[in-house]
Every structure is written in structure tokens, then in C-alpha cells.
């Protein structure tokens, strides 16, 4: 399937489109122009060398007169599997570690203070097939499992901010998160954010595995700026952007997971519109590629028994509070997309607009609990 | 200004893009393709004669067992202001009474239930002038003003609902709102819907006017279904759009001005998101022109005097809970939209996708609680 996926909408526009249309286009679409980050000769060939596409953009705000300018660059990495979804466990772990090692060292070429990998990076996406086993065996302890050592490795080699979204297991108590470990640019694990919302549509079988997260709306203060992980199907809850950014987030990362055939048209619009709403900077991350499984499974859907859950369309963003956003990385092939931001641009968006102060809350605190009530009774008017 | 003003992006798409690429691109950025509807030849001959835009669409949904398809038709009008702004005031509502009529009647042809209008649709936008005179003499009784009393005929005549959004003056207190009326089809005036967020930004001066709404999230249940009118910057409120709709909405009108240089990237987005994250539609309505106003004024952006708002770019547009959105009307040219959807569309899509289920909402009524108090302790880890 991925060989005749259609590579990118940006594209396409750019192939076509005369000027000046195309800008009239693009402004309607994608907001003020995104510029173009000049990245460094070495990270460009690395990148093509690794057969990874990289592209760099980078978001301004106005130089105000008390408050220096905050500039800092996130990378945001998308990628296949690496080996057969049926290789060994630890060979399959160990090639997504291999893989995500070299992009990372690319990312730090670039400047990257904060980098972000897709929702359970080191493993297939395997909760289509509803099978416990070999699949839960990718979980790890978020403290202290494998993979956190070697994001601490990453993070400290490179004073890069790690986060690593993961299948989770609490050893305690035997139970499986889906997590996303938050790892300081000083190699100590800052903590971690579990998906808030858990869906049950097609071959999003999660709820069979994992309940929905109890860590709240945790902001995470880093050297360069204060960060909230809202997990794949977190990003179609508004209150779950909302409530992150009110309790301090600048940067909102989305590592995601999602197929073409359910949610495409949905992807450019639900983190640009939180990062709209929230006058903050939201990062949305899917993988890539299609994933075969040995055994078949069903999908709920009267269709016959199949081995894959489609493709996978990548197309990770950067959307700003000022309602641009970034070009979409590739919907086919591995990419990072490093974004300079300057985080004062959240601030000045929200004295423009002023959504906090014009939002009411206090009123919508009280009307939403009343609402959640059994006995509820909506506001309804009959002739 | 409007003469050089870019006509749609939709129109510039389906002029350069070779097939199969538009196909593609059409449903990453508009989802499932909208069908158009057949209408009547008498009612586009007189949108032909009277000079404004008939387009139709039709969302479909699935046949059930136990329900029958609920399809209803929606009209959508957006249009310039009739005469010039400094012409006496009772002859630009008499003016534009006359320019609905004529649009109304054509609706009617197509067999539309439910209409609404362009947000405060009998006068000017003059909120940029921070003027009072003569602007307040355009405000009316919701209940019993000449404009109101103008729809109830339109209603009773076409067996129509009838959305109206007008400047209202509440008599007893002389207090001024901005306000939709809904007039049922049977003539009754069923209630109305204030205004609940209001701007301060760029010359959206309208705090100056008219403060927040006091009428909360009411749901009107009409013959059609369930409606609920969302005016204009309440479109950035996600909160907004999500307590209609748990107070039943269905179908969530967005009577609208604004202007392109400020916010038209995020036009596309945000109703839409909407639509998808509520399940339900919503309905996008802008006005269209440059209107000038006799008197200079400022726009507290450091730039001269001027005498006009910047251009209102209509594109109304309706977005249905699957994440599809109709293409929008001109940016340039009065506009009718008429469009059928089965409401049933809205249920379906809850039971695929479940996000009343899986919001976590009594959370969120407990953490936004806590949230607004003056004293609240965000949750921030730091190292």
C-alpha cells in the first residue's frame, strides 16, 4: 500500500499551483507564511544518508522591550518499524533504539533543545490484533526500564529534553499504561504523562489493554519552556488540550498513531485549533508506514479477516497560537521536523485575542458540573 | 478592495489540480466528498437574476432499522450591506429586509427548514467606529421589533425556522445585547440566544457596545431539530460550542463577521472542530465586503485614519460530524447555502467514535473548578 500512498498535500499544491493563487491558497490553509530554517549542511546530508526526510521551519514573535526573546527548537521524529512485527521482542526493541539514536543525533546537528517521539515508539501498534501476547512484552517500567536508560543517555549526551512515549508497566501492581516518560536535558526522568482518554473505534482496540491515565493534566517545567504530552486520541477532547494549557503548558506535544482511512481529514484540524484556542504551540506527531501482523484479525467492520491495520500517514506539524502552522513532514517515509519557536509569541497571542480573560470559566466550572449529573436537566426550549 | 479580492480556495483547486491529486487533496482537507444537491431551475434562475451565489450540498447517513432518516434542509445567507453606511437608518434596514426577502423566497424554493442570517445581518458592522449615533438606533426588540416581526412573516409564509441575529435593545432597561432570535415555523417567536464571549481585539470594539450574554447554552428544539446559535467569537471558545451540545444541540449555528487579514486561516478550522469533537453539525456563516463609514476612524495598530473595517470574506460553510465540510460560498459575492443532512448522521458518529463517553467530563468539572479560583496551584513538576 505505501508504495502508491500519496506522498503530501504541500506538495502536490506547490507541483500545481501559479503564483499568485498559490499564496492565496497557502494563507487560507496554513496561516502567515512559516519560514525556513537553515539547517546545517552536515544535518542534511546525515538525514539523506539515513534516508530520512528533514525539514526545519521556524516561528517568529515580536521583539518586546522588558522580555527577551525566548527562542527554542523542537524536534518532532516520525518513523516505521524497523524489523518484521514477528522478529524477537529484544531485536525489535533494539532496531527502534538504533534507529531512533541516529535521528536523534541528527536532531542535536540541528539545534534541538526538545525532541518528541511517537505514541509507543518501540513497538509496532499491535492493539489491532487484541492479543495479550508477545505484544505486552514490549512494556517497560517508566523509571527504569531499557528504553528510559537510553533516552537518559540521549538526553544527557545531547542536553536535549526527551520525550519518550512508551507502552508502560507498573511493576507494582502488573498494570499497563500508555505513557509518555518526560526526561530533563540533565538525564533525570522529570516524570510522566498516561493518556488521558482511551478510544474505542475500529482497530483502536486500547481499551483491551489499558485504562485511561491518572496522571491529570501534569505541565512539566524544562530549561526551555514548560511542555504537557496529551496522547493520540486525547487530541479530539478539547478539554484535554484546554486543561493543560490552564494549568501553565506552552508546548503541547500530540504523539499519535492513526490510519488514513479513519482521521485524516480530522489531523490538521484538531491541534491547530487547540494550539488556537490555548495561545500555545501544539506539535502533532503520527507514525508511519503499514504494519503487518502474523495472524489475522477482524475489525468489527463485516470485512474479512486481514494482517494490517492500514496505512499510518505520518504528516506530523507544528500549529502556532496565531493560527499558522508548518508544512506536514511526508505521509510515507521517516522524517524529522525541527521547528524554532519563540515562545513569547504565546504570550503576545493571548493579549491580541485574550481567550483566558473573555472565557468565563468560572460560569462553564459550574454549568459543566451540573451537566455530568445523571439527573442533568438541559437547557431546552419547546414552542 | 473587493474587486481584486481572491475569489475561493476551493475554485482554485479544482482549476489547476490534475486528477487523481485532487481527489486526494479534497479529502485530506474536506474529508469524505459532499454530494451536490439538485436544485430546483426556478430557484437558481433567481439567484442568477438577483445576482448572488446558490450552491447545495447533502450529508448522508446510514438507513438504521429502527429509525427513519431524519433529513432536513439548512440555508446559510451571507451578504453585503445594501445601501451606503451613512444613508438613513430606516432605509438600510428596509434595504436589507428587502435583500433577505428575496434571498429567503429563493431558499424556500430549495426547500430549506431552518435558516439563519449573518450575525447583527440589519446593519453595517459599525462596532469599528466605537460611534454610538447612529449605530444603537439600529437595535431592536428581540421580541417585538420591526425585524423580528418581518421574520415571523417570512416563517409563517415559507414554514420555515427562521435564525436571526440582530443588535437588540432590551426596552426596559435600555441595555443593548447581541442577540439571534428564533422564530419557530409557526410564526412564534420560540426565544433567543445572546452573545456569551465578546472581543477586544484589532477594530472588533464591541465591548464598548454591548457586554457578555446572560442567556447561557439554550437549545432549541424545533420541529427540524435541535438548534443552537453560537455567535461569532464564541467560535473560539471550544467551551462554548461543547455546553450546546451537551445541553442536546444538533445542529450549532455560527452567525458571523470578520475579516480576512485577521483571522481566516482559522475560519476553516475551528467550526469544523467543532462539529467533529460534539457530533454534530455546525454551521459557519460570514458576511461578504468592504463596508466604509463616513467618519475616520483608529485601530490602535499605529497605522493612519481610515474609513473601513477590511474586507468581511464570507465563505460560509457547514461541517458535519465525520469530519467533512461542505466547500465554502464566494469570498466576495452574497451567497445562499443550502444544504440536507440526516441528523441521524450525529448519533452515528457518537456510537463510532464515543467522545461523550470517553471525555471524562465529572474530571473536568473537578479539575476547572479548582482551576479558576484565584488561588489555584497549577500542576507544574519542575526538577
Redesign the interface.
Known amino acids: 500500500m505505501s508504495a502508491c500512498e ?1 506522498e503530501s ?1 504541500e506538495k ?2 506547490e507541483s ?3 503564483e499568485p ?1 498559490l499564496t ?2 497557502k ?6 507564511e512559516t519560514k525556513k530554517l537553515d539547517l546545517p549542511p552536515c544535518a542534511v546530508e546525515a538525514a539523506s544518508e539515513r534516508d530520512f526526510e528533514l525539514k526545519g521551519y521556524r516561528f517568529e514573535a515580536t521583539q518586546e522591550q522588558l522580555r527577551p526573546a525566548r527562542k527554542i527548537r523542537v524536534g518532532l521524529i516520525q518513523h516505521h518499524v524497523v524489523l518484521p512485527t514477528d522478529a524477537p521482542v529484544i531485536d525489535q526493541i533494539n532496531g527502534m533504539h538504533n534507529r531512533i539514536g541516529e535521528m536523534v543525533e541528527v536532531a542535536a546537528m540541528c539545534g534541538v533543545n526538545i525532541v518528541c517521539f511517537q505514541e509507543t515508539w518501540t513497538m509496532p501498534f499491535a492493539f489491532c490484533t487484541r492479543e495479550k501476547e508477545p505484544w505486552t512484552e514490549f512494556a517497560e517500567s517508566a523509571e527504569e526500564g531499557n528504553t528510559t536508560r537510553f533516552c537518559q543517555e540521549l538526553a544527557k549526551k545531547y542536553n536535549m529534553v526527551v520525550v519518550s512515549p512508551i507502552l508502560e508497566r507498573e511493576e507494582l501492581h502488573n498494570t499497563l499504561w500508555n505513557t509518555a516518560v518526560v526526561i ?1 536535558n ?1 538525564g ?1 526522568v ?2 510522566k504523562s498516561r493518556k ?6 475500529g482497530d483502536f482496540n486500547e481499551s483491551t489493554y489499558y485504562m ?1 491515565g491518572d496522571t ?7 530549561q526551555f519552556g ?1 511542555i504537557a504530552v496529551n496522547i493520540c ?1 486525547g487530541r ?4 484535554n488540550w ?2 493543560y494549557s ?3 503548558a506552552e508546548i503541547i506535544f500530540n504523539p499519535s498513531a492513526t490510519v488514513g482511512a479513519l ?4 489531523w ?3 491541534a ?2 487547540a494550539a ?2 490555548n495561545h500555545c504551540f501544539t506539535c502533532a506527531i503520527n507514525r508511519v508506514g503499514t504494519e503487518n501482523f502474523k495472524n489475522e484479525f477482524t475489525s468489527g467492520d463485516g470485512k474479512k479477516a486481514h494482517h494490517d491495520f492500514g496505512h499510518f500517514y505520518g504528516s506530523s506539524y507544528v500549529a502556532a497560537p496565531d ?2 502552522r508548518t508544512p506536514g513532514l511526508s505521509r510515507t517515509r521517516d522524517g524529522l521536523l525541527v521547528v524554532e519557536m519563540d515562545l513569547n509569541l504565546n504570550r503576545q497571542l493571548s493579549d ?4 483566558k480573560m ?5 460560569e ?2 459550574e ?3 451540573k ?2 449529573r445523571h439527573d442533568f436537566k ?6
Open positions: 500519496f498535500l502536490s499544491l500545481h499551483l501559479p493563487e492565496e491558497v494563507r487560507i490553509l496554513f496561516g502567515k530533563s540533565s533525570n522529570l516524570g488521558n482518554h482511551i478510544p474505542r473505534i485511561e491529570g493534566h501534569t505541565v512539566f517545567q524544562t514548560k486520541y479530539h477532547h478539547p478539554l484546554f486543561m490552564m494549568n501553565g482521521s485524516e481529514p480530522m490538521p484540524i484538531e491547530r485549533n488556537i484556542a493560527g499558522s491580541k485575542w485574550s481567550f473573555t472565557g468565563r470559566y468560572a462553564y466550572a454549568e459543566l458540573t451537566a455530568v438541559p437547557n431546552i426550549v419547546k414552542e
